[in-house]
């Protein structure tokens, strides 16, 4: 690494953010594969293991949709709709693989669209059940497996276990690091804003783990180091729901009077909040945390017999959330057409309600030029609160 070394901390992040594709693009000049991937589901420590560069696939609110459309239906998810569009348009023609996922219908319909119609060297799609029990575990086993023998074939070399677990190790220090920078949130003000931790988090999924976990380390020691705090606001707020792939967004919320403190999306907290097991056989405690450590709604929870318990089965985790970071008002996000959050909204409502929080739901259109009429909304939201 040279000169992409003279940014650090906040402003390296800053830079992959606003240029995503900028460092996979000089390191694939340098010889490395890039592979794209959907959602939070294809195990990134595999592709590691074999020096591949895992690139997590967004989409681009501030590009309007125009190419995806001759594809795909209006009433699929628009941010899958997004991701194809761009991709049709040339924006991810550097990626020597890709890695579709079953994991939600608009991500698995996709991903089988983008391997006919986007050629790539390498392509792979990951079924991933719907259930966490015991024969689902086994059965996503044999999926990594076979994703695995896939980068192999392709890479022409074989992993090892050893090699593997050093891969984990590497993607646990990121974890670990990411929930530190969450820690920094727990003050009041939060020494870090949202829109901020976003653009750590997105430049995390453009990078090696490596550098990854440098910028880590210099966004923690920065921020900790600060004389000026973001504003102190009255809202301390909750994001739940639909991913966050845009700081206009959250610069739009916390511009309305609210601190976002923590996010529960796949951008968020969920990627990173457990570590993966080192097991004696390191696909074991892939499929594990693969399966049954995220906590998105499009795998089935074992439920108790009343209603009550059912709900604290599928969102007891976010009482935690809710009394560490001393939030006190959730934002339920629902990008248009997103079944399986749009679905949960009831239950997850009644959940935070239960808990004592004012809750606010907008669905969405992914899209910055429907951000601004939003604003009202969170700024009333805000006045409720404070």
């Known amino acids: ?216 380390e210099e966004v923690i020691e920065e921020v900790k180091e600060r004389k000026e705090l973001p504003e102190k606001k009255a809202c301390r707020l909750l994001i739940w729901g639909s991913l966050i792939d845009n700081t206009a967004f959250t610069d739009l919320i916390e511009s309305s009077g609210l601190n976002v403190v923590i996010e529960d999306t796949a951008i968020g907290t969920r990627p990173f909040w457990h570590d993966v097991e080192l097991t004696e056989d390191p696909m074991d405690g892939l499929a594990l945390h693969y399966l049954k450590e995220f906590r998105c709604p499009r795998t089935f929870r074992e439920t108790g017999p009343s209603y009550r318990e059912d709900l604290e089965s599928r969102f007891g985790y976010l009482k935690e959330f809710v009394k560490d970071w001393n939030v006190n008002g959730a934002y339920l996000n629902i990008i248009r057409n997103c079944d399986i959050h749009g679905y949960e909204v009831p239950a997850v409502r009644d959940y935070l309600e239960g808990l004592g929080l004012p809750v606010l739901v907008i669905e969405q259109d992914y899209s910055t030029a429907a951000l601004e009429p939003l604003r009202t909304r969170f700024q009333a939201f805000a006045e409720s609160i404070g």
């Not at 020096?51 to 009433?75: H, K, N, Q, S």
């Not at 699929?76 to 579709?100: H, L, Q, T």
């Not at 994991?103 to 319909?109: F, L, S, T």
């Not at 530190?180 to 453009?206: A, H, N, W």
Request: hydrophobic share 40%.
């Open 1 to 216: 690494m040279t000169g992409e070394k003279k940014n650090k901390g906040l402003a390296r992040a800053a830079e992959i953010y606003q240029s995503r594709d900028k460092r996979a693009r000089e390191l694939k000049a340098d010889g490395k594969k890039v592979f794209g991937y959907f959602c939070c589901y294809p195990p990134v420590e595999l592709m590691t293991a074999l020096d591949i560069l895992p690139f997590r696939i967004m989409g681009d609110m501030d590009e309007p949709i125009t190419v995806a459309d001759a594809y795909l239906p209006t009433i699929m998810c628009i941010f899958y709709r997004s991701c194809f569009d761009i991709a049709k348009k040339g924006r991810y023609d550097f990626f020597d693989g890709f890695i579709g996922a079953h994991a939600c219908d608009g991500a698995e319909r996709v991903s089988h669209i983008w391997r006919y119609y986007i050629k790539s060297p390498c392509s792979f799609f990951l079924d991933i059940p719907h259930t966490s029990h015991s024969a689902a575990i086994d059965f996503f086993k044999v999926q990594l497996n076979y994703f695995k023998e896939t980068l192999e074939e392709f890479m022409g070399k074989k992993t090892s276990p050893e090699r593997l677990k050093e891969a984990v190790s590497l993607h646990n220090r990121q974890r670990a690091l990411v929930r530190d920078l969450y820690d920094l949130r727990k003050s009041d003000p939060p020494l870090i804003t949202g829109s901020e931790t976003l653009q750590v988090l997105i430049s995390l999924m453009c990078v090696p783990v490596e550098e990854g976990n440098t910028i880590l």
